[in-house]
């Protein structure tokens, strides 16, 4: 194979093409992957309509890529890698490793942070190179399509709240029970915690109690707040609609010392008075994705309990569509595309 197909995107918020490109040859410390599928996220928005600084164009986005490597740059061997290894390549791209937070182990919010689709040519494509510390191995049990979204959607849940000071028999609270939030319903759930899933509209709650939820509240029906200080108050709130108001109506339904964290991306910034904050001791933290690492033990939980996002399925060649229902909320619940 001397060319590869890509979908890219010309110019800013302009429509996919599909164009033929010569193969690329991994450098040292880098692999080739052939890409068996990729999932479209909300953030490629934020490349595809150059609302990060220096976007390239033409631009191939795609941070939740799966495939097999199908060849080596040097000393990607020496790292312990092989032609046929099946991995994925998240929003986790590969760090610098010698700005501070590198420097400290913080890869995941490292200042040069290599994310795919932006720092190099993504996953809407037949074959992606990346670093060999973007990697992260698919367990067997995972389809290439199951693990392409764990890479960006799945990490981001279940590192958010495994890195959460919610326990066991905890009540921790998802608010929004979307592209991400039906993944985190699922893994708060197969953690152990009391699991309440906050949705707009009452015709959600068979599908939450679905999805593991213990409880359903409508945040159409009342305060959501208030319904989660009758359940006992939430140690942890992870919220994964980028709504900022209704990430806010949740700060009140915490326990003294609870945790809204935050994981829906959005602008807009969010209705909370320091009093809220101060009076039961309650924190607000951001959280980012997930290094390669993260990455695989997230697939390892998930085939291990059964877990998998819902996804639909297009070819390559359908990546306007794909983007279009994944941005227009037409989806259920993350589109992924393949190169057949």
């Known amino acids: 194979m001397n060319t590869y197909r890509v979908a890219q995107v010309p110019a800013p918020n302009g429509s996919f093409e599909i164009v033929e490109r010569e193969v690329p040859r991994p450098g040292p410390r880098h692999v080739r992957i052939a890409v068996e599928a990729c999932g479209v996220c909300h953030s490629d ?3 595809v309509s150059a609302g990060m600084p220096g976007v390239p164009f033409p631009l191939v986005p795609g941070h939740e890529a799966a495939g097999r490597i199908d060849e080596l740059g040097d000393g990607a061997d020496e790292m312990g890698w092989q032609v046929g290894d099946r991995v994925t390549v998240g929003w986790f791209g590969g760090s ?26 993504g996953g809407f494509a037949e074959a992606i190179v ?8 698919i367990p067997d049990a995972l389809s290439a399509a199951d693990a392409g979204p764990m890479a960006c959607a799945g990490v981001t849940v279940y590192n958010g709240l495994r890195r959460s000071g ?28 009391e699991t309440v899933a906050i949705a707009r509209g009452a015709d959600k709650a068979d599908f939450a109690k679905e999805l593991g939820a213990h ?30 108001e209704a990430m806010a109506s949740t700060v009140d339904g915490l326990t003294p010392r609870g945790e809204l964290v935050v994981v829906g991306a959005t602008p ?12 039961k001791g309650r924190l607000v933290r951001g959280h980012p994705s997930g290094t390669a690492q993260d990455v695989q033990d997230t697939m390892t ?22 983007y279009r229902k994944m941005m227009d909320g ?10 057949s």
């Open 130 to 137: 990346a670093p060999v510390d973007a990697l992260a191995r």
């Open 301 to 322: 939980f998930a085939a291990r309990h059964g877990i998998r996002s819902m996804t639909e399925v297009l070819p390559l060649d359908e990546a306007n569509t794909a």
């Open 45 to 47: 928005a934020m490349f």
């Open 330 to 339: 037409s989806a259920r619940f993350r589109m992924v595309l393949t190169p």
């Open 96 to 121: 610098c490793l010698h700005c501070v937070p590198c420097r400290r182990g913080d890869f995941i919010v490292c200042d040069n942070l290599k994310i795919p689709g932006y720092a190099y040519d």
């Open 166 to 193: 919610a326990r066991p028999d905890d009540l921790v609270a998802i608010q929004g029970i979307g592209g991400l939030g039906h993944l985190a319903v699922r893994f708060a759930a197969a953690m152990g915690y």
């Open 215 to 244: 409880h359903y509240v409508d945040s159409t029906a009342g305060p959501v707040a208030e319904a989660l200080q009758a359940l006992g108050g939430a140690k942890v709130v992870l919220a994964t609609a980028g709504n900022s």
């Open 268 to 279: 807009d910034p969010m209705p909370i008075s320091p009093l809220q904050l101060i009076l």
